[in-house]
Each structure stands twice: as structure tokens, then as C-alpha cells.
């Protein structure tokens, strides 16, 4: 998205495409005013009217054609979402009335809004950082509490005073590096050193930390159901949804292929995979099943292995693939148990008995405590500057002083790319390219 072009008066439909009870037409820029007094007629003319104010009217076009009743929203700049004048326009929510609104406001003027145009107007202004911007989006595409409790943080500006203070801390330790080489007699005090760098290297390590946490919370988790046949694994994936989505018969070998279902799951958009019971067998089918389930389980976020808790404990004739994430689960927790291991969360699929400690710690493999109580990372492009920002700044603690601010410079330059103060517009627009027209 180019930069050029951000000085005219733009103009959208800001809310969802259909019929709603409710629509809104915004138009922002240094002319929105002169075009709400082209559009709208009520008690007084809108750029009369100060900002933070509302004027109920008649939304007319050229000829004075009543296209609707309703309200125009009155902001100043800065002292607005953009940082610009903006007016927006509430009406019926029917696509006939917000379209002859739009297109009035485009025949004085205005012209129409590029995909996230307001809010990128909003960060060129000042108003915003870019993980704010990113968190405005994160915000309008939350599905569950989890990811709007992020967005809100993120917007709220959480994320960027928790970079600042890690800023903080590595920017005491570079003044005292730079007055070294003024006066290289005195050295750096331990404290000067040692302290911040020590404070920023564990802040940045919970912060990328908090990036698995964040994007599972924002887009989302798959679970890999793993198992020998008639392990439960179907009968699980029905008692957490809360309905019969999979087949259950007593037939080992029921699942040959995978199948996948959504819900939410301790606050989490989670995928369900119920794959192909894990065996030895000549059956070329089943046999392509079992490669097929080891091979979600190696892409999923999180995988619950299960044994059937009723029968003598059998441990799969393979491995898990390496670094997959597990959770252990004995099954048929109703019948008499052939084996115990404390290890093991014990569930019965019939009684609902261990879905709660289930539903637990899936939570806390998922999210886990990396960011208690504060912003988390939840885009890659954020999760990648952290990373690099921890990188320089590790680097720093093991080299001498006069060496040391190098890095130490670049993992403020990290931590600018992160909230967006220095960072190239080619990754300004690739956040923005995502916003949908209105936002």
C-alpha cells in the first residue's frame, strides 16, 4: 500500500456487508467536514460543530433527495481515530441506503478507502503503534476471548510500554558503553552493565516466549488424537464436542482416515483431528491411515496420545514423531482399570469424568503462564524482531565494552521494527494489506 496519496479526504463503508439494523459511512481527511455539509442537513452544519459531538438530520443527495435519517459524528483532528477531521455518517444498515450515502460522499470529493487506509492513517499520525495497528485487527477478527483479551491489550497500548521498558534498560547500558570511549579510564560500573542488560535479556526471553501463546490464542490450535484402535479416540473427540460427530462401534479399525472439528476449548479455537488407530498392519488402506496420523501428529500443536485404561497397558509400536507436543490420556475411566500411571490423565468419554483436568491442560500446554497478566506477541513479523532484539542483546552480555554497543544498537533497532518507529514500508504494508475496507 503506497504512502502517496494520504493527504486526500477518503471515504467507506465501515461496517459488515448486509442488512443490519444499523450501518455506518466514515469519511476522513482534511476535507471530511466540507463533505458531511455537502451530504448532511440537520440543526447546524457539521463543520460548525466541535468535535466529540453528533447532529441527528437528513442524509440528501444532489438533487435533495431524503436517501435517510440518522446521525453524523463530528471528530477534529487529532482528537480522532485517524488523527484527522472525520465524520461518519450512522444509518439503516440496508446496502441501498450506505451505497448512495458513499457515493454522495465520493461525488464531493472524497475518494474511496483503500483495505485498512483508516487505521494505517491512524499510525502515520502518531495515534497508533504498529502492533496497536495489528492489534485492531487482531481485535475485528477475534473468535474467542482469549484472542480479544490479546487484541484489547495490544490496542490498549500494553505491548508497546512493555517494549519500551526493555528499551529502557538497554538504552541505560549504551549511554554508559558511549561515555566509556570519552572517558576509557573509568570503565562501565557493574551496575550500568550487568543490571539492565540483565533485566532486558529476561524480559525479551518471556517475550518471545509469549509468541506461541499469542498466535494460538489468535488463529487457533490443532489436536492430533492419537492411538491403537479402540483406544477412545473417537469417542473423546464426541464427549468434548458434546455431540456425535465421529462413528464409535467396539470394531478396531473403525477410523481409517482422519476427520477434523472445530470448537473452543479452554478459551482456544481448537481443531479436533481424530486420525487412524496406530498398528502393525498388512492392510494397505489402514496402513496409509497410520503414516497419515503420524504425520498430523507431527504438525499439530498439541497431541493427546490415549490408551485404553480397561485393558493391559501397550505401548504404540512407534515412536511419536520428535518435538511433538503431548498429552498423555488413559481412557474408559468408567471401567475397571488394568493399570495406573499418576502421570496420566485418566477420562471416560461416557461419564465425562477427567474432561475438566482435560480441558486444563490443554490450556496449559497451549498458553501456558509465558505472559501473565500482559500484552503477548501474536503476529510473526513482532515474534521475529523479539527474537532478533534477545539475539543482540545475549550477544552484548558476553563481549568486551567496546564491542558491546554494536549489538546493543541493533536490538533497539529490533525493538523499533517491533512497534513500528523505524521500520521499511514494504512491512507496513504487508500488516495493513490484511485490513478489510472501513478499518
Request: aromatic share 4%; hydrophobic share 45%.
Amino acid at each position: 500500500m503506497s504512502r502517496l496519496g494520504l493527504t486526500e479526504t477518503i471515504a467507506a463503508v465501515a461496517t459488515a456487508p448486509g442488512s443490519a439494523g444499523v450501518g455506518i459511512v466514515r469519511v476522513s481527511g482534511p476535507d471530511a467536514l466540507r463533505v458531511a455539509d455537502g451530504l448532511f442537513r440537520g440543526r447546524r452544519a457539521p463543520s460548525r460543530t466541535p468535535g466529540g459531538r453528533f447532529l441527528f438530520g437528513e442524509l440528501q443527495a444532489e438533487d435533495g433527495e431524503v436517501l435517510d435519517e440518522g446521525l453524523c459524528l463530528v471528530f477534529r483532528g487529532p482528537r480522532s481515530y485517524t488523527g484527522e477531521d472525520v465524520a461518519e455518517f450512522q444509518t439503516h444498515g440496508s446496502p441501498a441506503v450506505l451505497g448512495r450515502v458513499l457515493a454522495r460522499a465520493l461525488a464531493l470529493g472524497a475518494r474511496p478507502a483503500r483495505p485498512g487506509e483508516f487505521t494505517l492513517r491512524a499510525y502515520l499520525s502518531g495515534r497508533l503503534d504498529l502492533a496497536q495497528a495489528e492489534a485492531v485487527l487482531g481485535l475485528v477478527e477475534a473468535q474467542t476471548d482469549a484472542a480479544r483479551r490479546q487484541a484489547s491489550l495490544g490496542l490498549s497500548g500494553a505491548l508497546g510500554a512493555r517494549v519500551a521498558r526493555i528499551g529502557a534498560n538497554i538504552t541505560r547500558t549504551l549511554a554508559a558503553l558511549q561515555a566509556m570511549l570519552d572517558y576509557p579510564e573509568e570503565g562501565v560500573p557493574e551496575e550500568d552493565r550487568e543490571g539492565p542488560l540483565s533485566a532486558a535479556e529476561h524480559d525479551l526471553q518471556e517475550l518471545v516466549a509469549s509468541a506461541r501463546a499469542g498466535q494460538v490464542a489468535t488463529r487457533g490450535a490443532r489436536l492430533a488424537l492419537i492411538g491403537r484402535p479402540n483406544a477412545g479416540k473417537s469417542s473423546l473427540l464426541n464427549a468434548l464436542l458434546g455431540y456425535e460427530r465421529s462413528i464409535v462401534t467396539p470394531i478396531p479399525g473403525t477410523t481409517r482416515d482422519y476427520l477434523e472439528a472445530g470448537l473452543e476449548l479452554a478459551g482456544v479455537p481448537v481443531t479436533l483431528v481424530d486420525t487412524a488407530g496406530i498398528r502393525e498392519t498388512a492392510d494397505q488402506v489402514e496402513a496409509a491411515g497410520v503414516r497419515q496420523a503420524l504425520s498430523l501428529a507431527g504438525a499439530a500443536d498439541l497431541v493427546l496420545a490415549l490408551e485404553d485404561g480397561s485393558q493391559p497397558r501397550e505401548a504404540l509400536p512407534t515412536e511419536l514423531p520428535t518435538g511433538a507436543r503431548v498429552i498423555r490420556v488413559q481412557t474408559k475411566a468408567d471401567l475397571p482399570a488394568a493399570w495406573s500411571d499418576p502421570e496420566v490423565l485418566r477420562v471416560s468419554a461416557v461419564t465425562g469424568e477427567g474432561l475438566g483436568g482435560l480441558r486444563e491442560a490443554v490450556h496449559a500446554a497451549l498458553l501456558g503462564d509465558a505472559a501473565r497478566g500482559e500484552a503477548w506477541l501474536t503476529t510473526e513479523r513482532q515474534a521475529d524482531a523479539a527474537r532478533r532484539a534477545l539475539s543482540h542483546v545475549q550477544a552484548a552480555r558476553h563481549l568486551p565494552d567496546d564491542l558491546a554497543g554494536w549489538e546493543l544498537e541493533e536490538a533497539l533497532r529490533a525493538l523499533s521494527d517491533l512497534t513500528g518507529r523505524d521500520v521499511q514500508e514494504d512491512v507496513v504494508d504487508a500488516v495493513f494489506r490484511n485490513f478489510c475496507v472501513g478499518k
